[in-house]
Nanobody, 117 residues
Framework: QVQLVESGGGLVQAGGSLRLSCAGS????????MGWYRQAPGKQRDLVAA???????NYGDSMKGRFTISRDNAKNTVYLQMNSLKPEDTAVYYC???????????WGQGTQVTVSS
């Protein structure tokens, strides 16, 4: 079983920064993609950013240039540095892990990010 534990959410003023972390534990194959999704009330869950174990990253369109995803493979940990935050970035942010070997997707419990104007 795989567990993902997120941390780093909170309340920040517009223009501020936050750094999210997500640590994975359990049976995780070395070939995986870790990422972040977010879901605002009444909206679907959208991709924020994802990064493969080899380092290739991709971002949702509205995050490019403001958010940076990185990972530490030895710790099965993924980070999301969020800068120039806007009120529309307010959402619950979920960590994800796609195990490319088992083709399973796992989710964290979510962490709230609130950006005040």
């Amino acid at each position: 079983q795989v567990q993902l534990v997120e941390s780093g959410g909170g309340l920040v003023q517009a223009g501020g920064s936050l750094r999210l972390s997500c640590a994975g534990s359990g049976s995780i194959s070395s070939a995986n993609v870790m990422g972040w999704y977010r879901q605002a009330p009444g909206k679907q869950r959208d991709l924020v950013a994802a990064i493969a174990s080899g380092g290739t990253a991709n971002y949702g369109d509205s995050m490019k240039g403001r958010f940076t995803i990185s990972r530490d493979n030895a710790k099965n940990t993924v980070y999301l540095q969020m800068n120039s935050l806007k009120p529309e970035d307010t959402a619950v942010y979920y960590c994800s892990l796609d195990d490319l070997l088992t083709r399973n997707r796992y989710w964290g419990q979510g962490t709230q990010v609130t950006v005040s104007s």
